[in-house]
């Protein structure tokens, strides 16, 4: 099996960390870009680079992609992973804090993209990562900050994807669900406003108390993007988790659903005697 080498943004704990180990277990190469190189001392070896970065930070993109290839010649997967949770209404969530998070969930990955795409279209092929999950396809009451990150982050990807396919770069949408990391034990909830106090206590009880019990086994989860970034093909999406695909499902149902209900209102907006629409792609 052909050596890969990869960058992977927060990689001391998570998917991020259980990325690592399965990567660095197939014989791969890895540069853990994390905020404190001294999380992952216990992986240390010839084989890994901790990197000290902070994801939000765009500007330096380019030192990680250049400290890859410096150690080990070349680029093969990168994966977006670092991120971070917050839950609570519209109203309750501030400018700053929703910032924040399209900051780590979009700007950052965007620009080590970026970075990345030179290397990668040099070499004409690699794989692009990008940890969405299924909140970056279908939301929920006091999600609304973190959806919005990851919609964004999928909506730009899927446009990317198109445009560096023709230089044999694939992208992978990773739409996990609920996976046994620190993810909900780390969870930041916004202070609670009165009017929505009874409406989602019942969501924000769930999502404080389910650390420890998720389905999820991200250790499984990360063999399969490995075993993914390895082969010859790889989907554009895919869900993780047995309720990703039952919700994803769902929620492509009830779409589809909606569309074909409205679909004679919604032609009834062109001119009349408007030729069909023929668009390039």
């Known amino acids: ?125 690699g794989t692009i990562v990008q940890m969405s999950s299924q909140g970056g396809r279908i939301s929920f009451p006091g999600v609304s900050a973190y959806s919005a990150s990851k919609f964004a982050l999928e909506g730009w990807s899927e446009a990317l994807a198109a445009e560096v396919a023709p230089f044999g770069i694939r992208v992978l949408l990773v739409e996990p669900s609920r996976f046994r990391t620190a993810f909900n034990a780390e969870l930041e909830f916004t202070e609670v406003a009165a009017e929505y106090r009874d409406a989602l206590a019942a969501m924000r009880a769930d999502m404080a108390g389910v650390d420890g019990a998720q389905e999820g086994d991200p250790a499984q989860a990360a063999a399969i993007i490995v075993r993914l970034a390895h082969s010859e093909e790889v989907p554009l999406r895919l869900p993780l988790g047995g309720e990703a695909v039952e919700r994803l499902t769902a929620g492509y149902r009830r779409d589809l659903a909606e569309v074909e209900r409205w679909a004679e209102t919604a032609r009834s907006a062109d001119f009349a005697d408007a030729a069909p629409a023929v668009r390039p792609f």
């Open 1 to 125: 099996m052909t050596t890969l080498n990869w960058i992977i943004t927060g990689a001391s704990k998570g998917f991020g960390r259980a990325l690592a180990e399965a990567a660095l277990a197939a014989g791969d190469t890895v540069v853990a870009a994390v905020r404190n190189p001294d999380s992952i001392a216990d992986l240390a070896g010839d084989a890994l680079l901790p990197v000290r970065h902070d994801a939000r930070d765009t500007a330096a993109a380019a030192t990680l992609v250049d400290a890859a290839l410096e150690r080990f010649g070349r680029l093969d997967v990168l994966v977006n992973n670092a991120g971070r949770g917050l839950i609570g209404a519209v109203e309750e969530v501030g400018d700053a804090q929703l910032r924040d998070l399209m900051d780590l969930h979009l700007f950052g990955p965007a620009a080590l993209v970026r970075a990345a795409l030179p290397a990668l279209r040099a070499r004409r092929g």
